[in-house]
């Protein structure tokens, strides 16, 4: 365990920060938020395209070749399942949230778009080679 927060521990802060921003953070009743079509999913696919590409970003730091298996598992599965997990843990534990499924689909496309992003970074790790 202590080896993985010596090696991964970005990616944990950006996973510890996704789930207090989903459950119990709620902004502030004065703050105005732009009017942008789908602000709340695009907050979604940043949250999780970034904290998947983290994730890639402190994996390729450690490992000179690609495990595919564990990376899909803990770069894609992993946080699509926690996207989903929180959906259900706000429409059921909670009164000021509500699980939208749309927020779990902008959850999933930010993770698969990272692998893109994964995948890039391990080409520019390479040429530096």
């Not at 590409?53 to 803990?74: A, D, F, G, P, T």
């Not at 995948?119 to 790790?125: D, G, H, P, S």
């Amino acid at each position: 365990m202590l080896s993985i927060i010596k090696r991964y521990p970005l990616s944990l802060l950006c996973i510890a920060l996704v789930w207090y921003l989903s459950i119990w953070f709620m902004p502030p009743e004065e703050l105005e938020l732009p009017s942008i079509n789908f602000l709340d999913k695009w907050t979604h696919f940043v949250m999780y395209g970034g904290t998947c590409s983290v994730i890639w970003l402190e994996y390729l730091r450690h490992h000179r070749q690609l495990n595919w298996k564990r990376l899909m598992q803990w770069a894609w599965l992993a946080p699509v399942l926690m996207g989903g997990l929180i959906e259900i843990v706000q429409g059921t534990c909670t009164e000021t949230r509500s699980g939208e499924f749309l927020d779990f689909i902008a959850d999933a496309i930010g993770c698969t778009l990272a692998i893109g992003v994964g995948l890039l970074m391990k080409n520019v790790k390479m040429r530096k080679l």
